[in-house]
């Protein structure tokens, strides 16, 4: 007995681009929500976090720093009271045991143009072309494309359409 595959429900994406690539998210899980996990261990610096923090803010849902001790106050200083934190620890054996801290809480105060730009130009011309929005718009740059996404659709409404474009993403990067 061969049972069809169920649809692809979600996504696990490492190194997402976000603002067209110049943030990357470690990891992100695309399902009904978006969640971010950015990695700090303790051989890293928490010089990029500022930068990320903005981009992340934009966009996801939820965010996790996973976080090595040697960063953990630091870290905690720097990003906001809604994100989830996990320390990773190292055991006797050389493993790795992560242990939650604080877990991530919703984001409400996501950017439009930022969810938009996680859009490739054909991803979101696809989405104005389904709500019959298209019109003189097919030649004009991301830019205006965007545009138009973000008058027409609320907040809700475009993070439900990016999160099922990216879904349905066979292929990440050229």
Partial sequence: LK???????QS??????????????????INGIMDCYEI???RDTLL???????AYNAVFD????VVGFAHLYEALEMI??????????????GGI?????????YNTNKDKDAIARLLWREEALRI??????????????KTVIYERLTSLLDVEDLSLNVRQSLRSRTMWRS
Avoid at 14 to 29: F, K, P, T
Avoid at 62 to 65: N, S
Avoid at 129 to 141: L, V
Wanted: proline residues 8%; without cysteine.
């Fill in 97 to 105: 045991v992560l242990s939650n801290i604080r877990e991530a809480n």
């Fill in 40 to 42: 700090k261990s303790d």
């Fill in 12 to 29: 696990i994406v490492e190194e997402l681009g976000i603002n067209h690539g110049s943030v990357r998210a470690d990891v992100a899980v």
């Fill in 128 to 141: 104005l072309t389904e709500k019959q929005q298209d019109g003189g718009i097919r030649s004009k740059p």
């Fill in 62 to 65: 939820k965010v996790t720093l």
């Fill in 3 to 9: 049972l069809p595959m169920p649809p692809k429900l």
């Fill in 80 to 93: 906001p009271d809604w994100w989830g934190v996990t320390i990773a620890k190292t055991d006797k054996q």
């Fill in 48 to 54: 990029r976090l500022p930068e990320q923090i903005r």
